[in-house]
């Protein structure tokens, strides 16, 4: 593995993790579903975890960033490992609606650990020659670390809309900006 495949395993992650942030923000609206502060701090997690890719697409690879990208799957497989204990109880409903059989914060779970694991991997076979210091970010890497600037910025907007200066309520029922 070369440090092109490199490159193209980032950016690749960080579009993964773009459209997980992305499906999640669409949810929303098209099923009216706000999210809970629980999902919101799974949103964090992506977002942490998008950033440690982001400066590897865009200063190249570096274990520091595969650090990041760590904390924020540590972070994240935390935070809806916590909400996914509160919905296993029988009789106790979900939060949200099921896509492909699990709820969003289940397969937030997934996601981050299997994140978790292929980080781990890179880690163990990292070579020396991945992070030398002539790097230049090409086109196709330019477009996803925008459009994930972009999804970034949309859910700060739409948290802020929903919960305004204060505390997120547990159960939204609507948009603090709206009421």
């Known amino acids: 593995m070369n440090r092109n495949h490199i490159s193209l395993l980032n950016t690749l992650g960080l579009l993964g993790m773009t459209l997980v942030l992305l499906i999640g923000f669409i949810l929303q609206f098209a099923l009216n579903e706000l999210p809970c502060p629980l999902c919101l701090l799974q949103r964090v997690g992506f977002i942490m975890v998008m950033f440690g890719f982001l400066l590897n697409v865009k200063y190249g690879p570096e274990q520091r960033h595969y650090g990041i990208v760590l904390v924020g799957t540590l972070f994240g497989a935390a935070t809806s490992l916590r909400q996914i204990s509160l919905h296993v109880i029988p009789g106790t409903p979900g939060y949200g609606s099921p896509i492909f059989g699990m709820h969003y914060y289940t ?36 477009w996803v670390c925008l459009l994930a600037l972009a999804v970034v910025a949309l859910n700060i907007l739409s948290t802020f809309a929903e919960c305004g200066p204060y505390q997120c309520p547990d159960n939204p029922t609507g948009y603090w900006l709206f009421t």
Do not use: H, Q
């Open 107 to 142: 397969w937030a779970f997934v996601l981050f650990v299997v994140t978790m694991l292929a980080v781990a991997i890179l880690l163990i076979l990292w070579r020396e020659e991945w992070s030398s210091k002539a790097f230049e970010m090409n086109s196709i890497g330019r």
